[in-house]
């Protein structure tokens, strides 16, 4: 109660200063887009509450605010899209599902969690009344079941957006089954995720979720190669895929990848000590292929985005100890945005001795990296 009550005291502090920026020569303040005079916070149109509120502070203020009269609550059911609840220290089931049946026009919800605290009623809430739901952030919910999975493949089959990074019990029949059915996917999270993704279940996601563009697996121990190399020729749009930790991949998931997904960004090898190379020879001879195919963007497009924007921009090779510097050198070569200098570390080799001769062109050329810290920092 004394939570409540501070809060509506900010709201009324809110409106204090509302009325002084904004009030007349009666003392009263005026809304101009309606021309109604403002006695109260109670008053305050749908738009001028909702700004208000979401710069008032964090989720909380929206929840307080949703109970104190109907034109609130109503405003704010329908008004409000985009909510989070990783404040939520205790208790964090209950309000979820007393807020999903409040607010069904979500389109964005954090669960993120310290300690676990989210169980599968709540999920089952959420899909059951927010059916427009695009982005969802599970991660570190450990008590979460398959049953949260099934839920949210039948009721938010809009996801784009889905972090369940830590959700250790989910089976990879679950997860197989929630890309089925939610085949818009763009961005997956499925660090830690030990039980759900095997080789099955990101066949399953290479069949269905064509337009995903980031996924990570790190720390997926039981993918091979036949996983990685169903994606590569399922998912053609990935711009960033993460498979440290995954010690069983080989060559062949690099050269796949190299091969079938002309527009990654971001790649992470890290511990992947099967790594020879080969599959680093094999990114660099694709990064010219791609430019002698015309299969990177259009010249207006790489004007704007800046040189090599079409080629790899983040690589992660540490502890992959197989590697010898003239294949990683030629790696570094072929993508002029992956960096070794310190301003811009971007091909990240540490636990490799032997590579500490690999350099990005800054090394070579002084005055080019200047420009480059200088562009930087010009804003």
């Not at 809304?31 to 916070?41: C, D």
């Not at 008053?43 to 609130?72: F, H, K, N, Q, Y």
């Not at 607010?103 to 964005?108: G, N």
């Amino acid at each position: 109660m004394d939570g409540e009550q501070l809060m509506s005291g900010e709201l009324d502090n809110s409106f204090n200063a509302l009325m002084v920026s904004g009030e007349g020569e009666s003392g009263q303040a005026h809304h101009e887009g309606t021309g109604t005079t403002l006695l109260g916070w109670k008053d305050l149109p749908m738009e001028l509450l909702l700004r208000i509120l979401s710069m008032a502070g964090d989720d909380r203020m929206v929840i307080v605010g949703s109970g104190v009269c109907t034109g609130w609550r109503d405003t704010l059911e329908w008004g409000v899209t985009n909510l989070s609840l990783s404040w939520c220290q205790a208790h964090m089931n209950d309000l979820v599902m007393s807020l999903a049946l409040k607010f069904t026009k979500l389109q964005v919800l954090s669960l993120r969690q310290i300690k676990p605290q989210l169980e599968d009623t709540a999920v089952e809430a959420v899909a059951n009344n927010c059916h427009d739901l695009r982005e969802l952030d599970l991660s570190r919910s450990f008590r979460l079941s398959d049953r949260s999975l099934y839920a949210l493949a039948h009721g938010c089959p809009h996801l784009t957006r889905l972090n369940i990074s830590g959700c250790s019990n989910f089976s990879d029949a679950a997860l197989a089954y929630l890309s089925s059915q939610c085949k818009n996917l763009k961005c997956l999270n499925l660090c830690g995720c030990v039980r759900a993704v095997s080789d099955r279940a990101l066949q399953a996601i290479s069949c269905n979720c064509g337009q995903l563009q980031s996924l990570n697996l790190g720390w997926c121990d039981s993918v091979t190669d036949k996983g990685v190399t169903s994606l590569a020729s399922g998912c053609p749009e990935l711009r960033a895929l993460d498979l440290c930790g995954c010690v069983l991949i080989t060559d062949e998931s690099v050269v796949a990848l190299a091969n079938g997904c002309p527009h990654l960004r971001s790649l992470g090898l890290y511990y992947c000590q099967n790594i020879t190379d080969r599959a680093m020879y094999s990114l660099a001879a694709n990064s010219r292929r791609v430019r002698s195919k015309g299969r990177s963007w259009d010249a207006a497009a790489r004007k704007n985005a800046g040189a090599g924007a079409d080629g790899l921009a983040s690589l992660n090779i540490s502890q992959c100890t197989a590697l010898t510097p003239p294949a990683v050198q030629a790696v570094c070569d072929s993508f002029p945005a992956l960096h070794t200098c310190p301003e811009r570390h971007s091909l990240i080799i540490s636990g490799c001795l032997s590579l500490t001769s690999v350099h990005c062109a800054c090394a070579h050329h002084p005055h080019r990296h200047g420009r480059a810290i200088l562009s930087n920092h010009a804003y």
